[in-house]
């Protein structure tokens, strides 16, 4: 087995965990989210907790993916045509993964000051 085969097969395996957070999270989130409707007293914000706990499993899955693409880049395939790939591949992700914050947010990135009291002025 050469050096590029051995990395090939490491970012395979960063590849499939990336995939297995975003399943085996979305299936976690979605029994929490069926075991909050079914108490009535969690019932009122599960909807809001399930959208929250996607959003936050799918951008570290696409983390986990980009790590994997950055090592095939440098260490496997270095070439112009890949880099070039590779920063598509990251400026798509980048989006995807603002857009995402955002949702789970329910606010831009730099208007969240706007959510939090400013100190000293919480209630005794």
């Known amino acids: 087995m050469t050096y590029n085969e051995y990395i090939s097969d490491i970012v ?4 499939g965990v990336g995939a297995a957070v975003m399943v085996v999270g979305g299936l976690v989130a ?7 409707v079914a108490r009535p007293s969690t019932r009122v914000d599960a909807y809001q907790r399930l959208r ?3 959003g936050e499993i799918i951008l570290l899955g696409l983390e986990v993916l980009i790590v994997g693409d950055i090592v095939r880049t440098i260490i496997v395939d270095p070439t112009l045509e890949s880099v070039a790939v590779l920063g598509l591949i990251v400026v798509i992700r980048i989006v995807l993964s603002f857009s995402l ?10 208007s969240r000051w706007r959510l939090t ?8």
């Open 101 to 110: 914050e955002v949702e789970v947010e329910g606010t831009w990135p730099w």
């Open 30 to 36: 979605l029994l929490a989210y069926v075991i909050a």
């Open 52 to 54: 929250r706990s996607l």
């Open 117 to 124: 009291p400013p100190a000293g002025n919480e209630d005794p």
């Open 12 to 15: 395979k395996v960063v590849e």
